[in-house]
Nanobody, 127 residues
Framework: VQLQASGGGLVQAGGSLRLSCTASGRTFSSYAVGWFRQAPGKEREFTAAISWSGDRTSYADSVKGRFSISRDNAQNTVYLLMSSLKPEDTAVYYC?????????????????????WGQGTQVTVSS
């Protein structure tokens, strides 16, 4: 499966953006999906994750209450709605997929749990 992250851009602090992670090549409905981000000079960090069924989600403490992850399996797309953005949210955002074969409806917060990665989309929040 190939993942394409999109929706990044430049936004002022307090603004919102919606990122999309669209899969191609095969059905996405059995995949748990995670969003990770990497700021300049920093390590990649977990941001949000969702189970294949969409019934379970997890968020990093730094984004909890501001970001919301959701999915539309019919569209092979996972979304990350980011609100109340802060300059410290500036990073390249990556989506990643792990095929659960629909066995376990769970989310994964470790990057090494995912075998497929998108190319990343830049989010820049100005103060």
């Amino acid at each position: 499966v190939q993942l394409q992250a999109s929706g990044g851009g430049l936004v002022q602090a307090g603004g919102s953006l919606r990122l999309s992670c669209t899969a191609s090549g095969r059905t996405f409905s059995s995949y748990a999906v995670g969003w990770f981000r990497q700021a300049p000079g920093k390590e990649r960090e977990f941001t949000a994750a969702i189970s294949w069924s969409g019934d379970r989600t997890s968020y990093a403490d730094s984004v909890k209450g501001r970001f919301s992850i959701s999915r539309d399996n019919a569209q092979n797309t996972v979304y990350l709605l980011m609100s109340s953005l802060k300059p410290e949210d500036t990073a390249v955002y990556y989506c990643a997929g792990h095929d659960t074969y629909s066995q376990a409806s769970y989310y994964y917060i470790r990057g090494d749990s995912y075998e497929y990665w998108g190319q990343g989309t830049q989010v820049t929040v100005s103060s």
